[in-house]
C-alpha cells in the first residue's frame, strides 16, 4: 500500500521559512516524478515544484528563488525548503508521487502552511 505523509507544516510570519518532508512508503521513489502542490481556500490546486526521477527540477514562477525541492532517495523522502514566506503562500501544502510510464499517481493528505503576523 502506497503512502505519502507529509509534515513540517505550520504558523510562520512574513519573510520566515518552514521546510516540509514528505515521507513516501511502498514505492520506488526512484521510479518517480514528486512534486508539491498547494490549495488555498477558494482556490484550485496548483503545482509548486516537482523533481523527475533524472533529478531535473521545476517550480512555479511564483516561488522560483525562494522555494527548492529536493528529495532524499535512500529515506524515500521528498522535501520542500521555503524561505521568504508571503502571506499569500498561505495554503495546504500536499504531496504527490506519479510513477513514470503509468497511469499511477498517488497523493499525501496535506499539511496546512500559514503565512501571517
Known amino acids: 500500500q502506497v503512502q505519502l505523509v507529509e509534515t513540517g507544516g505550520g504558523l510562520v510570519q512574513p519573510g520566515g521559512s518552514l521546510r516540509l518532508s514528505c515521507a513516501a512508503s511502498g514505492i520506488a521513489f526512484s521510479l518517480c516524478t514528486m512534486g508539491w502542490y498547494r490549495q488555498a481556500p477558494g482556490k484550485e490546486r496548483e503545482l509548486v515544484a516537482r523533481i523527475f526521477p533524472g533529478g531535473t527540477t521545476n517550480y512555479a514562477d511564483s516561488v522560483k528563488g525562494r522555494f527548492t525541492i529536493s528529495r532524499d532517495i535512500s529515506k524515500n523522502t521528498l522535501y520542500l525548503q521555503m524561505i521568504s514566506l508571503k502571506p499569500e503562500d498561505t495554503a495546504v501544502y500536499y504531496c504527490?508521487?506519479?510513477?513514470?510510464?503509468?497511469?499511477?499517481?498517488?497523493w499525501g493528505r496535506g499539511t496546512q502552511v500559514t503565512v501571517s503576523s
Open positions: 504527490k508521487a506519479f510513477v513514470v510510464g503509468t497511469a499511477r499517481e498517488y
